[in-house]
């Protein structure tokens, strides 16, 4: 893989969660072109391994439960004994669900036949919180507790949610806050131990999970799609690349030794653009 420019992460053994999926996949694409040993953890087995098999000796696909601890452990294990200890983390498991969606960006009297904000199921509440939230902080307390005496790097995965929530999905919207909350909090909890605490906050990106939102069955974009790509300077989503130079950018401790505790928007402008 050629990534836009190389850092030596010979001494980097990372923990990709989220590895199975089309952007942590790259992630590990580009750790592990730069010398990284990458490990990508993701309950989809077969598209972790495959993920792994296509980058080759430097990189190990595991089954893994990021809301089950002791799955968690299991994992690591695997790790330590085919290339040491972690000392670099990526927390990129997350994502959304229907059930804690609205159909409605705005309550008005009359809902009936939407969902709105009362029909939200407590069931999608919880299942987009753990897996935004409660899967960070397993993760993070598994590995790193060998990262204590040594020093190391982690790397959340936030989202431009955090910074401005979007209609129609209130429950991905606080759990990607409580991510940035907590990317802060990891930093100082950390800073003394010489573990830097950063994450990486993506605009809008076409993935499995959002595709229907933004696209017809036929292809042609929804409303949606008009709203994001007006509202985003640069009036195009992003690609998977467009991630890469940050991400080695926080991962290279020669680069980036000093950052710590920061959420860097990669949104083609979003974040900047008030409308007017």
């Known amino acids: 893989m050629k990534t836009p420019f190389t850092v030596d992460l010979s001494d980097k053994i990372v923990a990709i969660t989220g590895g199975g999926g089309v952007l942590m996949s790259e992630f590990a694409r580009a750790l592990a072109a730069n010398g990284a040993k990458v490990a990508l953890l993701d309950l989809n087995e ?20 990021c809301l089950d601890k ?13 290339f040491g200890k972690v000392n670099f983390i990526i927390n990129g498991a997350g994502g959304n669900k229907a059930t804690a969606n609205t159909d409605n960006e705005y309550m008005t009297p009359d809902t009936e036949g939407i969902k709105d904000f009362f029909k939200i ?11 935004n939230i409660v899967s960070t902080f397993l993760v993070t307390q598994v590995f790193a507790e060998d990262m204590v005496k040594t020093g190391g790097n982690i790397i959340n995965v936030s989202s431009m949610n955090a910074f401005r929530p979007l209609t129609k999905i209130p429950a991905y919207s606080a759990a990607k806050a409580g991510v940035s909350n907590f990317t802060q ?33 036929d292809g042609t974009p929804t409303a949606r799609t008009g ?34 505790g920061v959420v860097v928007p990669v949104d083609g402008g979003f974040n900047a653009y008030s409308g007017v």
């Open 70 to 82: 002791q799955s968690i452990i299991e994992a690591k294990k695997i790790i330590n004994e085919k």
């Open 46 to 65: 077969e598209a972790a391994k495959q993920f792994a098999e296509e980058i080759g000796e430097n990189a190990i696909g595991i089954k893994a439960n």
């Open 121 to 131: 199921e407590e069931s999608g509440l919880r299942f987009v919180f753990d897996l």
């Open 185 to 217: 909090w990891l930093a100082v909890h950390f800073a003394p131990c010489n573990i830097r605490v950063n994450a990486i906050a993506p605009g809008f990106f076409v993935t499995k999970q959002n595709k229907d939102l933004l696209f017809n069955p």
């Open 227 to 260: 709203k994001i790509l007006a509202a985003t300077p640069m009036k195009k989503f992003g690609e998977s690349s467009d991630l890469i130079g940050t991400l080695l950018w926080l991962a290279s401790d020669e680069a980036s030794g000093f950052v710590t």
